[in-house]
């Protein structure tokens, strides 16, 4: 089943940068020369996404609306302005464009992955044979600070979103393939007080929906300076061919 269509995380503050001195929005915070959503947008494009949903913050609108719009995009963007109060709210502010496809990709726009391990991850989401609501991607390094544990078997079935830690086996990144079926529990979600994603994701599984895990070496979630740093060294890492030489890097 072809996903073609994304959701866009983009309305985070950026608090932690802010502290540290940055006074660029959160995402236009530069990864080894490329903005975050530049970044995230060229994996999006490479994978076969055509149409990307962003939502962003009103304070960051205009800034990164201006960015995207001078680079030379195939995929479509369409923009949602909207200040939330969570990243739950940003997801639900989209779901009036993604709960028509079938299954749609969610990413947030602080998630830097291996662009291979990325694609494999989409290619997967779109397998048909599959019995799982969610496609959930995981690793087991771990650099946040208030990381998501889940517990998943030995196929990657996801048992428990945020279990005890003596039975956690890694963490979510950031990057999801959903069936349109799980904004089923939007009403359940905001009658319950949920804002956040994590709790959202702890809800689905508790409630029945059938999540699945997907590995990644790693992923980081790039929330401050040393989580960039960090995401860099990742990237330079990657970019070196098996035989030793430094393949080219994404530009400005």
């Given at each position: 089943m072809r996903v073609d269509v994304a959701g866009l995380l983009a309305a985070g503050s950026g608090e932690r940068f802010r502290q540290a001195g940055f006074e660029l929005p959160k995402p236009l915070i530069p990864v080894?020369?490329?903005?975050?959503?530049?970044r995230t947008l060229a994996l999006l494009e490479a994978g076969g996404i055509r149409v990307v949903y962003v939502v962003v913050r009103e304070a960051f609108a205009e800034a990164v609306r201006r960015y995207v719009e001078g680079r030379p995009l195939r995929l479509t963007v369409h923009w949602v302005v909207?200040?939330?109060?969570?990243?739950l709210h940003s997801f639900f502010a989209l779901a009036p464009f993604l709960r028509?496809?079938?299954?749609?990709?969610l990413?947030?726009?602080?998630?830097v992955a291996d662009p291979a391990e990325?694609?494999?991850f989409l290619a997967a989401g779109q397998?048909?044979?599959?019995?799982?609501?969610?496609?959930l991607a995981c690793t087991t390094f771990v650099q946040d600070e208030r990381p998501l544990w889940i517990r998943v078997?030995?196929?990657?079935?996801?048992?428990?979103?945020?279990?005890?830690?003596?039975?956690?086996?890694?963490?979510?990144?950031?990057?999801?393939?959903?069936?349109?079926?799980?904004?089923?529990?939007?009403?359940?979600?905001?009658?319950?007080?949920?804002h956040r994603l994590r709790d959202f994701?702890?809800?689905?599984?508790?409630?029945?929906?059938?999540?699945?895990?997907?590995?990644?070496?790693?992923?980081?979630?790039?929330?401050d300076p040393t989580d960039r740093t960090e995401a860099e060294r990742f990237l330079g890492r990657r970019s070196r061919r098996p035989d030793g030489v430094t393949g080219s890097r994404e530009s400005p």
């Open positions: 080894a020369g490329t903005p975050l959503i530049g909207r200040t939330t109060p969570g990243s028509e496809h079938p299954r749609f990709l990413t947030t726009v602080d998630a990325f694609q494999a397998a048909d044979d599959v019995s799982w609501d969610g496609l078997d030995a196929e990657h079935r996801i048992l428990e979103v945020a279990p005890p830690p003596d039975r956690a086996t890694c963490v979510t990144g950031g990057l999801y393939v959903f069936s349109s079926r799980v904004f089923q529990m939007m009403e359940s979600a905001q009658a319950q007080g949920v994701l702890r809800l689905l599984a508790e409630s029945g929906y059938r999540l699945q895990g997907y590995h990644f070496s790693r992923i980081i979630d790039v929330d």
